[in-house]
Structures are given as C-alpha cells and as structure tokens.
C-alpha cells in the first residue's frame, strides 16, 4: 500500500514506518475490514492520529490518499464513512506545528498537498461533493480545498478551471446556508487572486450581485469579517481588470460602492477595528476603479474618466470629505485612504475639480471651503502619512486648476 506518496518519500529509509502511529494497521482496516462499524472506528481513529502527529502525516501522505480517494469515490451513500474520510484529508493537509523542526525538514503538511493537487481528477472528484446535501460533506470538502489552494494555488487554479462547471459549483455555495456561504467565499477569495480567467468566470456566475448581498443582509461597513473577506473577493474581481470595472458600472452600478462608506447616524465616532478594516476594503475598491490602466495615459482613459464621473454623480466626494476631514475619530490609515481617493477622483477630471474647489464643509459660522480644510491637515497633521496623502490631493488638483489654487492660498488663514 505503498501509493504515489512512496515516490516522494522514498523506500530506503522505513524509520518513518516504525513510527507511523499505527497509520497502516488502521489503512488496512479501513481497506479490508468486513464489518462496517469495524472500518468507521478505524477511520475516526485515523483521523485522531493524522491530527495530532507529524509523523503520522508523513506515512498517511506515503499511502493513505488511495484509500480514502476510492471512499469518495465508491461510497458516496455511506454519509458517515465520506464524512470521516474528508475530515481526516482536512487534518492530513494542516500544519501540526509550522514553527518547529528545521528549516530544512520535510513538512507533512505542505507535502500531502503537493500530492493530492497533483492529481486533476482528485480535484474533480471533490468539486462533485459540492452537489451532496450533507452539511458537514460539503463543509469539510471546501475546507479541504481551501487547505489545498493556501499550499498549492497556482496547481488547484488550473485543476478547477479543467473542471466542467468546477466553478460554478463552487459559486452555488454562495447560495447556501451561512456557515457554508462563509467557507465558499473564503476559498473565492484565495482562488481569484493573479487569476484573470477565474475572475471573468466568477463574475459572469454573478458575484457581484451575490458579493453585495452578503454585504447588504452582514451590515454593510458595520458588518463582520465576512464582510471584509466579501470586500476581499470583490477587489480580486476588480484589480488591473478594466473588464469586470465595466460590467460592475453597467449592471449593479457604483451606488452600491458609494453606499459601503455611508456612517449610520451616531456612528461617525466609533470606529471599530473591523470598521476600520471594513472601510479600508471599501476604499480600496474605490482606489481601484480610480486607478485607470497602466497602459493608457490617465487623460484618454475611457473607463477612469467614466468612473470618475458616476462616482461624483454620486456624491462621493461627501463621504469621502466626512472620513478624512469631518470625522477625526477615524483611524489614521482611513483618513489617509479617503484624502488619496479625493485625489485620484479629480485627477484629470475638470468637472470634479471645480466639485472639490467649491465644496464647503462645516455649519453657521465655522463653514469654510474644504480645500481649507484639506490644507489645514497639510500643515498641522502630526502624521507623516496624512501630510502626504492632503498634499496628494493638491497634487492631482493643481494639474487641472491653478486658479483654484490661488483662491485658497489668498483665503487661508
């Protein structure tokens, strides 16, 4: 029972086999027992083991993928014999203990990973799990893709793109009840970063629509880390992919965007360190779709000129004025975000230079024009990374209006 893994391991050295945990005996009778109860015990007991020992690891990753690989594929209608082989997969592909051993030791971990990725139609087998109705099999099969795509991206990337309808597989766990939406998304998140067909997939399944939905019924910036990892997925989507920007301006719009850096009434002073993170997600996407390409200069690019327009329609620039001049209990890293957003939305755009030269902030007697306001955090900030950011911003503007300029340097006081 020696398996592919014996190829990787090599068969001259057997001490790994003295000390397998007994990982062989409970193979055997997973393999060859006859009584069904018999071979469920020795899959728990296999699970336990592979769980808590190293060395375990090592010998189940020399001959235990066949075994359990041939479960999933012949028993499928013994939900208890499925259920413990995955989990024990799970625990056969996690790190026991990352920070010992050396450096150059062999990780068990990392390589059942390489070896169970190797296979394309392991992988297939598992997208098909996907269909069952059990919880905890579809549970443990996305945490098991999830191991396997954290070790081995590049590899898992190419096996669920060969799979017919892999993806979309995975999209319907969106769809599912929370706790399997949650790990479906997770795994998203790391299977659409540098992958710009996966991403093109994964929006034309709907992500958008599903990735503000999720956000929208979480609480939106108030929400939890499912909310950032959502945020996470939808920046994946949207990086260096003038493509996906377009479909999300033309289909769900960017009012949905806009509305993730609404403040509820009350709540402008209480930032949560997940508030913060959820906002510096949000943020970003609005820095990304204010990028532009890297291959056309900024003035004759379509697409930032047209997000640069529906933004101001918008009425970003007042939310983006609220976080980074009239709510000072936002962290640093939010201000500053909100301060180099204002910069890339008027950067080249005449309209919304004029917006950002006539906007004014305050009430009654404290009104005065925002640029002020801008320039005050300029010169009076203590943070180094806000001075940059507030000069960033009169950077961008300066390029289109000097006038303005000189309009704000005569009022300052």
Request: charged share 25%; glycine share 8%; with cysteine.
């Given at each position: 029972?020696?398996?592919?893994?014996?190829?990787?391991?090599?068969?001259?050295?057997?001490?790994?086999?003295?000390?397998?945990?007994?990982?062989?005996?409970?193979?055997?009778?997973?393999?060859?027992?006859?009584?069904?109860?018999?071979?469920?015990?020795?899959?728990?007991?296999?699970?336990?083991?592979?769980?808590?020992?190293?060395?375990?690891?090592?010998?189940?990753?020399?001959?235990?993928?066949?075994?359990?690989?041939?479960?999933?594929?012949?028993?499928?209608?013994?939900?208890?014999?499925?259920?413990?082989?995955?989990?024990?997969?799970?625990?056969?592909?996690?790190?026991?203990?990352?920070?010992?051993?050396?450096?150059?030791?062999?990780?068990?971990?990392?390589?059942?990973?390489?070896?169970?990725?190797?296979?394309?139609?392991?992988?297939?087998?598992?997208?098909?799990?996907?269909?069952?109705?059990?919880?905890?099999?579809?549970?443990?099969?996305?945490?098991?893709?999830?191991?396997?795509?954290?070790?081995?991206?590049?590899?898992?990337?190419?096996?669920?793109?060969?799979?017919?309808?892999g993806i979309t597989s995975l999209m319907d766990m969106l769809m599912d009840r929370e706790v399997i939406r949650n790990e479906a998304l997770l795994l998203l998140t790391y299977l659409t970063r540098e992958a710009e067909e996966i991403q093109k997939i994964v929006v034309f399944e709907g992500a958008f629509e599903k990735i503000f939905n999720i956000i929208k019924e979480e609480g939106g910036s108030e929400g939890g880390i499912v909310v950032q990892d959502c945020l996470e997925l939808l920046n994946n989507l949207l990086r260096n992919n003038p493509t996906n920007q377009i479909l999300l301006r033309e289909t769900i719009g960017l009012q949905t965007v806009v509305s993730l850096l609404k403040l509820r009434k009350g709540s402008a002073d209480g930032f949560t360190r997940q508030k913060t993170v959820n906002l510096l997600g949000a943020l970003e996407t609005v820095a990304l779709l204010l990028a532009g390409s890297s291959d056309t200069e900024y003035a004759k690019d379509a697409n930032r000129i047209s997000n640069q327009t529906v933004f101001s329609q918008k009425k970003l620039l007042d939310l983006l004025l609220m976080l980074c001049v009239e709510s000072r209990w936002a962290a640093v890293a939010v201000r500053c975000a909100a301060l180099r957003c204002i910069g890339d939305l008027v950067l080249g755009h005449a309209q919304n230079c004029d917006a950002l030269g006539s906007k004014v902030l305050g009430e009654g007697l404290d009104v005065e024009p925002a640029l002020n306001s801008i320039l005050r955090i300029f010169l009076r900030t203590s943070s180094l990374q806000e001075c940059i950011a507030a000069e960033y911003v009169f950077k961008c503007f300066c390029e289109a209006r000097f006038y303005w300029i000189c309009i704000v340097l005569s009022d300052f006081k």
């Open positions: 029972m020696q398996g592919v893994g014996g190829l990787a391991f090599g068969s001259g050295d057997h001490s790994f086999e003295d000390d397998d945990s007994g990982v062989e005996r409970l193979l055997d009778r997973i393999s060859n027992g006859v009584l069904a109860e018999d071979r469920r015990a020795a899959i728990a007991e296999l699970q336990a083991v592979v769980s808590e020992s190293s060395s375990a690891q090592l010998a189940f990753g020399a001959m235990g993928f066949p075994v359990l690989m041939s479960i999933l594929k012949e028993e499928r209608d013994d939900v208890e014999m499925v259920r413990g082989a995955l989990e024990t997969l799970v625990n056969a592909l996690t790190p026991i203990d990352a920070t010992s051993g050396a450096y150059n030791e062999v990780q068990p971990a990392l390589m059942n990973s390489e070896l169970l990725s190797r296979e394309g139609e392991s992988i297939s087998l598992l997208l098909s799990l996907l269909t069952e109705d059990d919880f905890y099999i579809k549970y443990y099969t996305l945490q098991l893709l999830t191991a396997l795509i954290t070790n081995c991206r590049t590899r898992l990337q190419e096996a669920i793109l060969a799979t017919p309808r």
